[in-house]
C-alpha cells in the first residue's frame, strides 16, 4: 500500500503541472500560429521588438512579412517575431 502511495503523488503532482501549465502554454501556442498564419495585407501589427507597423507584403514560403513602419519605410520581419495583431482588414470581395 505504501508504493502505491509513493507512486500516486508524483502522478499525481505530474498532472497538476501538466493542466496548469503545459496545457495553457500549448493553446497559447495555438492560437499565436493561428493568429500569424491569418496575416494579410493591410493588418496593422506589433513586433516583439515594440514597432508598430502596417503589412504590405505577405512573402510565401520564406515565413516573411513585409511592415511599413512609416512612409515609404518598409522592413521584412519574420512571421512569428510578430507579437499582436492591433486591427484586421476586411477580406477582399
Same mark, same amino acid.
Given at each position: /500500500?505504501?508504493?502505491?502511495?509513493?507512486?500516486?503523488? !508524483?502522478?499525481?503532482?505530474?498532472?497538476?503541472?501538466?493542466?496548469?501549465?503545459?496545457? !495553457?502554454? &500549448? $493553446?497559447? /501556442?495555438? %492560437?499565436? &500560429? *493561428?493568429?500569424? #498564419?491569418?496575416?494579410?495585407?493591410? =493588418?496593422?501589427?506589433? *513586433? &516583439?521588438?515594440?514597432?508598430?507597423? $502596417?503589412? *504590405?507584403?505577405? +512573402?510565401?514560403?520564406?515565413?516573411?512579412?513585409?511592415?511599413?513602419? %512609416? $512612409? =515609404? /519605410?518598409?522592413?521584412? +520581419?519574420? &512571421? #512569428?517575431?510578430? %507579437? =499582436?495583431?492591433? #486591427?484586421? *482588414?476586411? !477580406? %477582399?470581395?
Amino acid at each position: /500500500m505504501e508504493a502505491l502511495n509513493a507512486l500516486l503523488f !508524483p502522478l499525481l503532482i505530474i498532472g497538476i503541472f501538466y493542466l496548469l501549465v503545459f496545457r !495553457p502554454q &500549448q $493553446k497559447k /501556442m495555438k %492560437a499565436h &500560429q *493561428t493568429m500569424v #498564419s491569418n496575416l494579410r495585407r493591410g =493588418d496593422e501589427v506589433i *513586433t &516583439q521588438g515594440g514597432l508598430k507597423g $502596417k503589412v *504590405t507584403k505577405v +512573402v510565401e514560403g520564406e515565413n516573411e512579412v513585409e511592415v511599413e513602419l %512609416a $512612409k =515609404d /519605410m518598409r522592413v521584412r +520581419v519574420v &512571421q #512569428s517575431t510578430i %507579437a =499582436d495583431v492591433v #486591427s484586421k *482588414t476586411e !477580406p %477582399a470581395k
